[in-house]
């Protein structure tokens, strides 16, 4: 199928040392008509890999959240539909030939829904809440990102349907317990940033309840002990950062010295 004959895509990535993992983002998007990367600061190869890819580097150090981060991405992009993808995913070859499918005949004001997986010390995890859907592909012109600081999502636009694809986005978040652990941090701290802005409190039972819930969703509910060692060992860490980001919203507003 050639360009001529289909809608044209942007694919849109933001960055911040993403070396491990970029290059293979990047190969699994050797069809789109362009990338867009936006980097926060890179102090590793992560621009060289993907200047060497064909993309189109923009840096914009002065980090303002994910969700602004990735407007700005999408403000570069100049085709007609755009697919946002992490620096640590993947599109296999089902899921490409579904977007495919699609841009050879785009329907009107529909957002499309990729599956995700993700890899998670030694395994993919098929349950515990990890094997999700997310809308990553719309057309430019009709939507794009909130501003959330995190969790940031595709806005849908009164009047618009959703489709999911066939096909998965493999997602190869964390390496090991250290990047799970920095990641956790730096994701709590976004949470934490938002709510105080907003002038919310929290209290240590509230973290603890919502810590306990979290676990029990994942494991009980979301059958996560059906992923093995893997899964029980994500419901503990998740529910541990599910207790920080409130402790450090607590913290916060009960702790003088930490305020300055």
Same mark, same amino acid.
């Given at each position: ?5 289909r ?17 293979e983002?990047?190969a699994?998007?050797?069809? $789109? ?8 600061g ?12 064909g ?12 969700g602004?981060?990735?407007?700005l ?8 539909? $755009? ?8 599109i296999?070859?089902?899921?490409? *030939?579904s ?13 499309f ?9 030694g395994?993919?995890?098929?349950h ?13 012109k ?16 009164e009047g ?5 694809? *066939? ?10 317990l ?30 603890i ?10 494991? $009980? ?12 060992l ?24 930490a305020?300055?």
């Amino acid at each position: 199928m050639s360009q001529a004959q289909r809608a044209t895509i942007s694919a849109i990535i933001i960055t911040k040392n993403e070396e491990q993992i970029l290059p293979e983002c990047l190969a699994s998007l050797d069809w $789109v008509d362009e990338i867009i990367v936006v980097d926060s600061g890179s102090t590793d190869n992560t621009i060289a890999i993907a200047e060497a890819a064909g993309a189109k580097v923009h840096v914009n150090a002065e980090w303002p959240g994910f969700g602004k981060q990735k407007q700005l991405a999408q403000s570069y992009a100049t085709k007609d539909w $755009v697919l946002a993808i992490d620096a640590d995913e993947v599109i296999t070859e089902e899921l490409k *030939n579904s977007i495919l499918g699609v841009l050879a005949d785009p329907p009107q004001n529909t957002l499309f829904i990729l599956r995700r997986t993700t890899w998670v010390f030694g395994r993919f995890l098929k349950h515990s809440g990890w094997y999700d859907k997310i809308v990553r592909l719309y057309p430019r012109k009709l939507t794009g990102y909130n501003d959330a600081l995190v969790h940031e999502k595709i806005i849908e636009p009164e009047g618009s349907t959703k489709q999911t694809l *066939n096909g998965d986005m493999l997602h190869y978040s964390y390496r090991d317990l250290h990047q799970y652990l920095v990641k956790s941090a730096f994701y709590a701290k976004s949470w934490a940033d938002g709510r105080q802005a907003r002038g919310k409190k929290s209290s240590i039972s509230q973290g603890i309840l919502h810590a306990l819930g979290c676990f029990l969703k994942m494991y $009980v509910l979301k059958r996560g002990f059906l992923d093995g060692k893997q899964g029980f060992l994500i419901a503990v860490l998740s529910a541990h950062s599910t207790f920080v980001k409130y402790a450090d919203l607590w913290i916060r507003a009960n702790d003088s010295r930490a305020a300055k």
